[in-house]
C-alpha cells in the first residue's frame, strides 16, 4: 500500500512507475465509512495481491483553515487500485480463433 502527497484535485486515474492506478470508489467509499482500515487494505493487498494507492485530496480554499473547533480541515483519502493491462493474444491463439 502506498501512501502518496496530498493533492488539490482529485484524478480519474494516477501512474506510478509505469503503472496505472484506477480509483476504486467501493474502496474509497468503505474506507471513509470506516468499514474498513488500514490494516483490512493491507490484508486485502496482500490477499488479492492487488496494488494499492492512497491519495488524500484536499482543496486549495481548506488549507490553513479551521473549521468551528478550532482544528485544521483534514483531506479526505481516495483509493487507487492497479489495473493489470491484458496481455495480447499469442499467434496460436489468433490462429485457433480464426478456425472457429
Known sequence: MRNLK???FLPDSIEINGNRYIKNTTLSSK????EVSNIGLQ????LNKI???VLPVLSKNLRQRTDLYGKPYQPTKHIFTFEPLPTPPTE???KDSQVL
Do not use: D, F, P, S
Open 31 to 34: 474506507y471513509m465509512l470506516g
Open 51 to 53: 496494488n494499492i494507492a
Open 6 to 8: 496530498v493533492k488539490t
Open 92 to 94: 496460436q491463439e489468433v
Open 43 to 46: 490484508m486485502l493487498e496482500r
